[in-house]
């Protein structure tokens, strides 16, 4: 990856993460400092994230964050689902028997590894869902739906909660309903597990929200009472002086 790739993909992930917030402003010198790289690359991040609507260029102010919500992550897997579901299809009708002993196998082998805990298990994740991109033969499709892909950072993907699980459920029926050659049922199944994905790192992100504003809470509660103490204490003390 280039480095204004790189830049992008961490300013990426504070902005969807919710680190950075919309209406702040990114100082390109200050992002430059803190990552240890030149201003060249960080602008070409900026910009890159500008087409990406992440932020936008004010004149003679810089760049600010747009902000990301809920229906931005809905929006972004929706249209990797449209496309997802379309290059499934695709391969479904396309994949020889070879290809399909082979994607079956892959399968196995991630059943395998979810079972055992095995850290392989993303990495069999990736490879199932590559080789059925590549098996339907459309890249400039595949090629869309890296670009949407490439909106949220790779972990995010890795780290929903359920959703490894969730996979172990829909790549054996997607992988069988390929092997039946079924176009429409694997682009139904493909879209569904897509969406799923969205809705688990949803979930993920309020429950994420429920813990900042319970240690905020938790914090201000602190604060109060830290408060009433001093305040007790000091009660006495102004009532002697008033004798």
């Keep these: 990856m280039q480095l204004s790739g790189t830049v992008a993909s961490h300013l990426r992930e504070q902005i969807i993460s919710g680190k950075l917030k919309a209406g702040e402003f990114l100082r390109?010198?200050?992002?430059?400092?803190?990552?240890?790289?030149?201003t060249t690359?960080?602008?070409?991040?900026?910009?890159?994230?500008?087409?990406?609507?992440?932020?936008?260029?004010?004149?003679?102010?810089?760049?600010?964050?747009?902000?990301?919500?809920?229906?931005?992550?809905r929006d972004i897997f929706w249209a990797q689902a449209i496309i997802g579901a379309e290059l499934a299809s695709r391969a479904a009708k396309r994949m020889s028997d070879e290809d399909v002993k082979q994607l079956l196998a892959l399968v196995e082998e991630?059943?395998?590894?979810?079972?055992a805990g095995d850290e392989r298990v993303v990495r069999l994740s990736h490879e199932f869902h590559r080789r059925i991109n590549?098996?339907?033969?459309?890249?400039?499709?595949?090629?869309?739906?890296?670009?949407?892909?490439?909106q949220l950072p790779n972990h995010f993907?890795?780290?929903?909660?359920?959703?490894?699980?969730?996979?172990?459920?829909?790549?054996?029926?997607?992988?069988?309903?390929?092997?039946?050659?079924?176009?429409?049922?694997?682009r139904s199944l493909m879209f569904?597990?897509?969406?799923?994905?969205?809705?688990?790192l949803i979930h993920s992100m309020k429950r994420a929200e429920m813990d900042d504003k319970t240690e905020e809470l938790s914090l201000r509660d602190i604060q109060d009472l830290s408060r009433t103490a001093g305040?007790?204490?000091?009660?006495?003390?102004?009532?002697l002086a008033a004798k």
């Design 41 to 73: 690359p960080v602008r070409e991040g900026l910009l890159l994230l500008q087409s990406e609507s992440f932020v936008r260029l004010l004149p003679r102010r810089g760049f600010v964050v747009n902000g990301f919500d809920k229906e931005d992550l």
């Design 28 to 38: 390109i010198d200050s992002i430059a400092s803190e990552l240890g790289v030149s």
């Design 134 to 150: 590549l098996a339907a033969n459309s890249p400039r499709l595949a090629l869309l739906l890296g670009s949407l892909t490439k």
């Design 110 to 115: 991630q059943r395998a590894a979810f079972e």
């Design 157 to 186: 993907y890795a780290s929903i909660e359920g959703q490894l699980s969730d996979t172990q459920q829909y790549h054996p029926i997607i992988a069988e309903a390929i092997r039946m050659h079924d176009g429409e049922a694997v």
């Design 231 to 239: 305040k007790t204490q000091a009660t006495p003390s102004s009532k």
């Design 192 to 200: 569904h597990h897509i969406m799923s994905g969205a809705e688990h």
